[in-house]
């Protein structure tokens, strides 16, 4: 799950972190008076939305060509600016072409930038420990960084139970090149990450850019966090964050169901019980160089209302022109997802072709009842192996 930039700022300050005072709007008129509040001084406004790169982003279709963070000095500026950022969906290198509708907007007050860095906190799967990462270069674009340049990323491995400990902020401060009283305030943001990265078991942590002003304050301008969903049970309060209006509908929806469910930019359909062959369900269609438009995993227990659940999730998504539906019946015997599929097709009604590769328990009474609908469900394809599966539900689609 993710939050807010607002929200991860919150937690952040509730840590000790020095932030930029800011009032989050919902309409413009409360921009505006947020802007009077803090004396007509300078100030940003910052599109609330999931997706990050919001300063190099665009509003779809508004004729301007500003991002999501706008500096702004007057009031009728947070008016106009504001206007277009509660009307058209913001576009980010992360959001899709169709951009992402704004209903908050940060107003803070805008920080004279002496310096940028980045800070960050996520599980580092080789060492087995959450890593702090910090880099001299900060700003929007880390990732370019990390390609060109890895070494400039400093890195300090921390123990889950011992958390961030004093010596290796001292020495990310220092190697980042914080001067004097920058030190421990420097060092109070990253104590701060380190807390929330562990206290809610976060998988990732940011702060990008964190500033230092030519007065030597040191504040987190920016923060983005992502949350261990298995975790979430135990902090009702980052539960209470979510923002259901950012999150893809589809993926919402198969949450409910218990379906694990991921969309994905291709056309090919895929519904498959068990996370492992789910995924190479899709390196096989990869392979045969089609591209898979889901990972949806039904889990080994599936029954006929998920099947049938996963379908219509599947069919909402207008780019799907082929399923391929990959069984391997263990738990879940073949003849029940036959079953299921039968029940599907007359439900949901299959308007394009749905190639079924089943293998395993009771697969050749499953192979009869497919047969036995082949005149009343034509969309249904069977294939005898997962090759000819996969080359079938690619040719479907060409
Ligand atoms: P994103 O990462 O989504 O693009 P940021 O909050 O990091 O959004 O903002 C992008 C850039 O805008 C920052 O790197 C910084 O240069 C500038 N910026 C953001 N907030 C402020 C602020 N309060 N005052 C001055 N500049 C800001
Ligand atoms: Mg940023």
């Known amino acids: 799950m ?17 932030i930029p005072r800011g009032v989050v709007a919902n309409a413009v008129a409360q921009a505006q008076r947020a802007f009077d509040d803090f004396g007509g001084k300078p100030v940003v406004l910052k599109a609330q939305v999931h997706a990050g790169g919001r300063g190099k982003g665009h509003f779809k279709d508004s004729g301007k060509t500003f991002g999501g963070v706008k500096y702004v000095t007057t009031r009728e500026d947070v008016g106009t600016v504001a206007e277009v950022m509660f009307n058209y969906p913001l576009v980010t290198k992360q959001t899709g072409d169709q951009g992402q509708r704004v209903s908050k907007v940060l107003v803070q007050v805008a920080a ?3 310096r ?55 020495r990310l401060a220092y190697e980042l090149g914080f ?42 301008l920016d923060a983005k966090m992502n949350f261990d969903d298995n975790a979430l049970f135990r902090h009702p309060d980052v539960r209470a964050m979510r ?17 694990n469910f991921i969309r994905l930019s291709g056309n090919i359909g895929c519904l498959v019980n068990g996370a492992g062959l789910a995924m190479s369900t899709m390196d096989i269609i990869k392979y045969h160089g089609g591209e898979p438009a889901n990972f949806l995993d039904v889990g080994g227990g599936v029954t006929a209302e998920g099947a049938i659940e996963a379908f219509r999730i599947i069919l909402q998504d207008a780019k799907v022109k082929s399923i391929l539906v990959n069984i391997f019946g263990g738990i879940a015997k073949c003849d029940l997802i036959a079953e299921a599929l039968v029940k599907a097709g007359r439900e949901v ?6 190639v079924v590769r089943l293998e395993g328990t009771n697969v050749d ?16 394809q069977t294939a005898a192996n997962l090759t000819e599966a996969a080359q079938k539900a690619v040719a479907a689609v060409r």
């Open 2 to 18: 993710k939050i807010h930039e607002y929200q991860a700022k919150e937690l952040l300050a509730a840590e000790g972190a020095a």
């Open 112 to 114: 004279d930038i002496e």
């Open 116 to 170: 940028e860095i980045y800070l960050g906190m996520v599980l580092d799967r080789t060492l087995g420990v959450p890593v702090m990462m910090a880099c001299a270069e900060g700003g929007v674009e880390i990732e370019e960084v990390a390609a060109r340049a890895p070494e400039k990323i400093l890195k300090a491995a921390v123990e889950p139970s011992a958390g961030l400990q004093p010596f290796q902020s001292r």
């Open 179 to 220: 001067k004097g009283g920058q030190v421990p305030a420097a060092e109070k943001i990253m104590h701060a990450l380190s807390k929330v990265f562990l206290g809610k078991d976060c998988s990732l942590a940011e702060v990008n850019p964190l500033v230092v002003t030519p007065g030597g304050e040191v504040l987190a």
């Open 243 to 259: 923002d259901e209006a950012e999150e893809d509908p589809g993926e919402l929806r198969a949450a409910r169901a218990n379906l």
């Open 349 to 354: 009604g299959f308007k394009v072709p749905v």
């Open 365 to 380: 009474k499953a192979r009869e009842i497919l047969a036995s609908v082949r005149g009343e469900l034509p969309m249904i």
